[in-house]
T-cell receptor, first 112, second 112 residues
Framework: NAGVTQTPKFRVLKTGQSMTLLCAQD?????MYWYRQDPGMGLRLIHY???????AKGEVPDGYNVSRLKKQNFLLGLESAAPSQTSVYFC???????????FGSGTRLTVV | GNSVTQMEGPVTLSEEAFLTINCTYT??????LFWYVQYPGEGLQLLLK?????DKGSNKGFEATYRKETTSFHLEKGSVQVSDSAVYFC???????????FGKGTRLSVIA
């Protein structure tokens, strides 16, 4: 099925460990986004990309890095995980124009 | 600044009751406005949208009208069902496909 696929779906990390979250879309969308969702905070933008090879900071970029080497993939990295990064992470993509986003089903990350 | 404010939840309604979830925005220019819905354990799905003043977005019995004079985009449904239980997010984007800014979400529970 066409859409946005996130891997993994669940992960538990120890403080200081690193990991990469993968987002893949098969809709040939130019724009891709990483959000985090926390109780009472809604969705906050971490980083985004307006095309292959580009990235930009969002509202809460500290502690995260991203890469968009291929148009269909957008990677979110945590170099040294902290308990404050415990959250649900959502990737989304969109095409040209304001047609709204397609979201992945999320990655639930717990840092202990 | 540019922000989206939603009424705080949770909202609990009986089946067939009338639903209103308030959303107001601040933004420079004329943003496009969206409502997204998140069912338990899933990512967000686009529910409806409006791109200019006085536009009415509608889908699955839900409606919202873009009110420029009151900077509002309230979500309404005449008769809710148990299956409408979810978290609803209001969002806005400035023209040019800039990243969406989301409200904090409103949890709706519909009881039979």
């Amino acid at each position: 099925n066409a859409g946005v696929t996130q891997t993994p779906k669940f992960r538990v990390l120890k403080t200081g460990q690193s990991m990469t979250l993968l987002c893949a879309q098969d809709m040939n969308h130019e724009y891709m986004y990483w959000y985090r969702q926390d109780p009472g905070m809604g969705l906050r933008l971490i980083h985004y990309s307006v095309g292959e090879g580009t990235t930009a900071k969002g509202e809460v970029p500290d502690g995260y890095n991203v890469s968009r080497l291929k148009k269909q993939n957008f990677l979110l990295g945590l170099e040294s995980a902290a308990p404050s990064q415990t959250s649900v992470y959502f990737c989304a993509s969109s095409g040209q124009g304001l047609y709204g986003y397609t979201f992945g089903s999320g990655t639930r990350l717990t840092v202990v | 600044g540019n922000s989206v404010t939603q009424m705080e939840g949770p909202v609990t309604l009986s089946e067939e009751a009338f639903l209103t979830i308030n959303c107001t925005y601040t933004a420079t220019g004329y943003p496009s406005l969206f409502w997204y819905v998140q069912y338990p354990g899933e990512g967000l799905q686009l529910l409806l949208k409006a791109t200019k003043a006085d536009d009415k977005g509608s889908n699955k019995g839900f409606e919202a009208t873009y009110r420029k004079e009151t900077t509002s985009f309230h979500l309404e449904k005449g008769s809710v069902q148990v299956s409408d239980s979810a978290v609803y997010f209001c969002a806005r984007a400035i023209q040019g496909n800039t990243p969406l800014v989301f409200g904090k979400g409103t949890r709706l529970s519909v009881i039979a």
